[in-house]
């Protein structure tokens, strides 16, 4: 530091309060309050957009609970955003609010985001509280500060200097401020701007803010920013001079608001640049009283115990005994998150990092999602969607939970609606996901987690509408125009179904029958008809008219039972390995359509030709007879017949593995079959012996990937089978489906009887008949 300029920290009656601050670090917060208490400044300066100022009255209502966010975005270009985060430990925050409670002016100082978001880089585009210079420093100046003062890790230099001394006051509140400055001064004297020379833009535009507040309050101003800007803010220079450097600046017009934010957005590992290891820890650290490890302590072993681990009194004592033993052996002024991490997985986790991972999850990073009032600024379409949450009580959450809808519910409906509406929007608020319970058409399934990036997404879709309907019509309505394959469109309008959007069917449809009258291409057909399909048994369910759909899918189905037998001959392995896929959805989809025995009849006759024609490849005619024998189109003797001749001696042994690989492979349950009929076992295992040595290698991978995909049981079974060697009862009856015998073995039956009462509680009565 130069020894003409002035001290970075100076009191009152020697210039401004300059308080250099580390984004999110509860030390520093406690710090600022301190030293805001002994200075009682009249105004107020924080790093942050001056375009935020008329929001900044909100940060005192009572519904506004951090962690919280402004959010500024491109009125033109809203996915052009920024974040500036505040969680309640952070030092900006707290000078927010200690100013709005004593009656001090509060403003920001940083560049303004008009300008920021026009540049090609825009700062807090990547880093939004500003912090991105330090992010694309050569040297990290926490780093360099510890390594400087003989620690390996900056984390631990930071704790033991600022986060973990708390409970002791210094006498002058200043004084860490003006060693933290005194130290970023050498550095900045060491590395200039570090690399990143915006930084240089965005302190000539907070001294311009700083001189003005001075003509209007004199010396009565602190300012509250990362330290790393502290000596560029003490500097003198002239105005000319800061005002050349923001001269011919791009910029766009903006629009501000507060959104919530989240503590697993704070962290480091989001992404965020100014991020921090564990926010839920920092968090812990600035609200506790005192005792902050026993305190810290008794929260782990809450959430251990709602995870029905054993922990009792005792392992919380023990644990804050080792976490201080251990920060005694280690020269630190207090148990820090290594040392206390340390005891949690000696003494409550029994050494395992399993629990231990919950831990770090749930409490050293946490869930916690703020809170903003209802008036803050809002765009319309954003506005009807937090109307739409509380009449659905729909609540945000930054915890990933799962959602069971049954769409009988009028309210579980309107839930499913909003929840499509907004995955067509592009707002990922939740994904469906496989229910755990019933699969029919009246129950979804859904995961939902709440993201601060959703807001932006919202502000984007803004451009479609003011209300989620309207906006997902919109949006509907122009991907159909814009969709180039007959997929897309079908999806799009399962889409719609799905979303209730009932207005938007008409172009969809539309498009659909342009597109569907022009593809040709089979496997285009066959990718298009599961989703047209589903649709009409969603319709079913939710009332809605799908008689065009049905035209659409009848004629889909027509044109696919046409030119699927000449499409699936000649394929090399990996086109028909696709081909199969194509037609098991083909199947499925069939089986959603309307009932129809002559369309039933025709897709028989197909797999049919597939099964017999020795043109189609070996994995084609294998998985069209498996799906005759499981819809019982074909006899169980006519399938050994079949099996018999794919592997009889004349057979490639790559082509007879690959017919095996589409009649027991792929499907839930293949193996099965194998499992219950011992002659086709047989008939495999045979083969499988004859292969000979030299081409065995050739056809090992096919066998292993079809045989692997099987439940370990039904392995089990099959090797205990073949093992045993042939049956002598391998000739079946030809009544009853494949797998059961012709008549109920009761004495078999009887035998669960016992068990079956034990579960429903019932007693045998004595003398009764089973």
Request: net charge negative; charged share 25%; aromatic share 4%.
């Amino acid at each position: 530091m130069a020894a003409a300029e002035s001290p970075p920290v100076a009191r009152r009656d020697s210039g401004p309060l300059l308080l250099g601050v580390r984004h999110h670090g509860p030390g520093s917060a406690r710090g600022v309050r301190g030293a805001l208490d002994a200075a009682r400044p009249a105004c107020v300066l924080i790093e942050g957009p001056p375009e935020a100022d008329g929001l900044l009255a909100l940060a005192a209502d009572e519904e506004m609970r951090p962690p919280v966010a402004l959010l500024a975005h491109a009125v033109d270009d809203p996915g052009r955003a920024a974040f500036w985060p505040f969680a309640a430990f952070s030092p900006e925050w707290v000078a927010i609010r200690w100013g709005l409670t004593h009656g001090a002016e509060v403003r920001f100082i940083d560049l303004p985001a008009a300008h920021s978001l026009a540049a090609t880089d825009p700062v807090g585009a990547t880093d939004p509280t500003g912090d991105e210079a330090e992010e694309g420093l050569r040297v990290d100046p926490i780093g360099e500060l510890a390594r400087t003062a003989g620690y390996d890790d900056p984390e631990r230099w930071w704790e033991d200097v600022i986060e973990l001394r708390g409970a002791t006051a210094p006498a002058d509140p200043t004084a860490p401020f003006a060693a933290v400055a005194e130290a970023m001064g050498a550095l900045r004297e060491a590395h200039g701007d570090g690399g990143h020379a915006r930084d240089l833009i965005r302190e000539a535009h907070m001294r311009l803010r700083l001189r003005a507040a001075r003509k209007e309050f004199g010396d009565s101003v602190a300012v509250v920013c990362g330290a790393w800007h502290v000596p560029a803010l003490a500097r003198r220079t002239t105005v000319a001079a800061d005002r050349a450097l923001l001269k011919g600046l791009p910029k766009v017009k903006t629009e501000t608001t507060w959104v919530p934010w989240t503590h697993r957005r704070l962290a480091r590992r989001s992404g965020y640049g100014a991020g921090i290891d564990a926010p839920g820890w920092y968090a812990h650290l600035f609200a506790a009283p005192d005792r902050p490890v026993e305190r810290w302590m008794t929260k782990v072993a809450g959430l251990l115990r709602e995870e029905d681990r054993i922990v009792s009194s005792a392992h919380v004592i023990e644990a804050v005994r080792l976490a201080e033993t251990l920060a005694a052996l280690r020269g630190r002024p207090l148990a820090g998150l290594g040392e206390t991490t340390d005891a949690v997985r000696a003494v409550m986790c029994d050494g395992s990092d399993v629990p231990l991972d919950l831990v770090r999850d749930r409490l050293v990073v946490g869930d916690v999602l703020g809170e903003v009032p209802a008036d803050a600024p809002a765009v319309p379409l954003q506005r009807d969607l937090a109307r739409l949450q509380r009449g659905l009580r729909l609540k945000p959450e930054a915890q990933e939970r799962e959602l069971e809808l049954d769409l009988r519910k009028e309210n579980d409906t309107a839930r499913s609606r909003l929840l499509h509406r907004l995955r067509l929007l592009g707002v990922g608020w939740g994904e469906p996901v496989t229910g755990r319970g019933s699969t029919g058409t009246f129950r979804e399934s859904w995961r939902l987690r709440w993201q601060p990036e959703l807001h932006v997404r919202v502000a984007e879709a803004g451009v479609w509408g003011t209300t989620v309907e309207s906006a997902a019509t919109a949006r509907a309505e122009a991907r159909a125009l814009e969709a180039t394959t007959l997929a897309e469109i079908t999806a799009l309008a399962e889409q719609c179904l799905l979303a209730g959007l009932g207005e938007a069917l008409p172009a969809v449809m539309t498009a659909l029958a342009d597109r569907a009258a022009l593809d040709s291409d089979v496997g285009h057909l066959a990718q298009a008809l599961p989703a047209l399909a589903r649709s009409l048994r969603y319709g079913d369910v939710r009332d809605t008219d799908t008689a065009a759909l049905g035209e659409v899918a009848a004629g889909l189905a027509e044109r696919i039972c046409v030119g699927l037998p000449p499409a699936c001959a000649g394929l090399d392995a990996e086109a028909a390995a696709e081909m199969r896929g194509h037609l098991d959805a083909v199947h499925g989809a069939l089986g959603l359509l309307p009932d129809s025995a002559e369309r039933t009849e025709r897709w028989t006759g197909v797999l049919r030709k597939l099964a017999d024609r020795d043109a189609v490849p070996g994995i084609l005619r294998g998985r069209a007879a498996r799906l005759l024998l499981d819809e019982r189109r074909l006899d169980e003797d006519e399938a050994a017949r079949l099996m018999g001749l794919a592997l009889s001696p004349g057979t490639a042994p790559a082509d007879a593995a690959a017919w095996i690989e589409g009649f027991v492979g792929g499907a839930a349950g293949g193996g099965m079959i194998l499992v219950h009929d011992e002659r086709l076992l047989a008939l495999v295992d045979d083969w499988l012996t004859g292969v000979p040595a030299d081409t065995f290698t050739d056809v090992l991978p096919l066998l292993r990937r079809t045989f692997s995909a099987y439940e370990p049981g039904v392995r089990r079974t099959l090797g205990e089978l073949v093992a045993r060697g042939p049956s002598a009862a391998v000739s079946r009856p030809e009544a009853g489906p494949p797998g059961f015998a012709a008549s109920l073995d009761e004495e078999r039956a009887d035998g669960v009887l016992p068990v079956l009462r034990l579960l429903l509680g019932h007693d045998e009565p004595e003398g009764a008949e089973r």
